[in-house]
């Protein structure tokens, strides 16, 4: 096992040596573009993505760029959005990605209208105030000021933007599919700080891996019949037995090369029995004590292997009928690098019944962990030490998705960077009354500046 941590230290320390860039882009500015995206509600079924596609490329060809460096390509009712930013050499681009849909929210629910942005207490509030416009506009404002500036980087820079993520994610699989030859991307839809509620930084995590999202739809078929005369077999009971061994089941446990080095950081930083069972599995992930303590954590399980459980069941056609369809869905996470077709392959097995169907879904998408590339890594560190010195940079693994994981598994490494720091208890993504603190506009423009320059030398 190669040691990771000592060429990672070093590379970031040679790094953050360098001065820092100054000049990133005006704090108002990028909190007017924010408002802005806030107020076109780029929810699923309204049609709105095109018109803040419009809007980005607007606020881009006033910094400089040309009509033949943007491109807004409609897809059904959304679009997809490419803006580069030209390097002078023809090194393979590096890509930024972030998305311009917002989940649904329904204002009866709402203290303030979701669509129409509000900056209160020190807040922005609105859907996508968060997941995903902030970074997305500190993004959109550094690609004009790195072009008002002048700045002529070696790579390519492209910023992407997705316009479907939040659902069915074919913008993001059409981009991926485009860009599929550049060098690496960098996601503000992932990674980011975290501020304690003493209003102090506690660390920032580096996405470099996501878990695989998959359903499998379990399905029992028997002739049926009439209640009063039951058979040998029943399709709710058969299903029954399926999913009480999925739910007893545990999966192997697993390490990667991010777990391996972030384990001991968050260990450090939790304490407690946790804290010393993350660090024990991540010396020896056989540990059966930390093992054990960690499946019972669900705050960690799910960084120690693939987990599966039931979510929906549904049975019968009527009261007095034996029943003749049976099914139940298994939402999967699985640990990167292993395949949707081996834990479909695990389940049968596991279930032992060949009245049970395990169908996985067609659309489910796999990808590996990206690696822990040391220049990524130094820029990363550099940047965030600037807002926050000595803070601890902790690489981790995500039990959702986003847009990484196409690029991730067409082969493009990918990771979650994004400039937003703030307290647990300020994130409302997805939820209700979603919000972003605006004190936190300065510092993440000042990191995307670093990063860029620094990775596109």
């Not at 820092?20 to 699923?44: F, R």
């Amino acid at each position: 096992m190669r040691n990771l941590t000592a060429p990672l230290a070093l590379a970031a320390a040679m790094l953050a040596a360098a001065p820092v860039h100054a000049k990133p882009a005006d704090t108002a500015t990028a909190k007017k573009i924010l408002i802005d995206s806030v107020a076109i509600p780029t929810v699923e079924g309204r049609g709105k993505v095109p018109e803040l596609a419009a809007y980005y490329a607007g606020v881009l060809k006033a910094a400089g760029y040309g009509d033949a460096d943007i491109e807004i390509t409609p897809i059904g009712e959304t679009a997809t959005f490419a803006a580069t930013l030209q390097g002078t050499t023809k090194a393979k681009p590096i890509l930024l990605l972030g998305h311009m849909d917002v989940v649904a929210a329904d204002p009866k629910d709402w203290t303030r209208d979701p669509f129409v942005p509000v900056e209160e207490n020190g807040y922005i509030f609105g859907r996508g105030s968060e997941d995903n416009k902030f970074d997305v506009a500190m993004m959109v404002a550094t690609m004009a000021q790195l072009k008002k500036d002048g700045f002529k980087p070696k790579r390519s820079i492209i910023l992407l933007l997705s316009g479907d993520e939040e659902t069915s994610m074919t913008t993001t699989r059409a981009l991926a599919a485009k860009y599929k030859g550049a060098e690496f991307a960098l996601n503000g839809d992932g990674g980011g700080g975290l501020i304690g509620e003493d209003g102090k930084a506690k660390y920032y995590g580096l996405q470099a891996g996501e878990k695989t999202y998959a359903d499998y739809v379990l399905e029992v078929t028997n002739p049926g019949g009439h209640s009063s005369r039951p058979t040998g077999t029943n399709a709710i009971v058969q299903l029954a037995n399926a999913l009480a061994k999925v739910g007893a089941y545990r999966f192997a446990p697993q390490q990667n090369e991010l777990t391996r080095v972030g384990m001991p950081i968050v260990a450090e930083q939790v304490g407690g029995d946790i804290g010393a069972a993350l660090k024990a599995f991540a010396a020896d992930p056989s540990d059966a004590k930390a093992i054990a303590t960690i499946r019972a954590d669900p705050e960690y399980v799910g960084q120690i292997g693939t987990t599966c459980v039931p979510t929906l069941v549904k049975g019968g056609h009527a009261e007095n009928a034996l029943p003749q369809r049976a099914t139940a869905n298994i939402n999967c996470r699985i640990f990167p690098g292993v395949s949707i077709e081996a834990v479909r392959a695990e389940l049968e097995k596991l279930i032992a019944d060949p009245a049970v169907k395990v169908n996985p879904d067609p659309d489910a998408t796999a990808s590996d962990a990206s690696p822990l590339r040391p220049d990524v890594v130094a820029a990363v560190t550099k940047a965030v030490h600037a807002r926050f010195p000595g803070l601890p940079i902790i690489p981790s693994m995500s039990a959702g998705a986003t847009d990484s994981l196409h690029f991730r598994a067409v082969g493009v490494p990918s990771y979650g960077v994004a400039g937003l720091f703030s307290k647990a208890s300020d994130s409302f993504a997805h939820g209700l009354n979603e919000r972003s603190p605006v004190a936190a506009i300065p510092g993440a423009l000042e990191q995307w500046d670093s990063v860029l320059r620094d990775l596109s030398k």
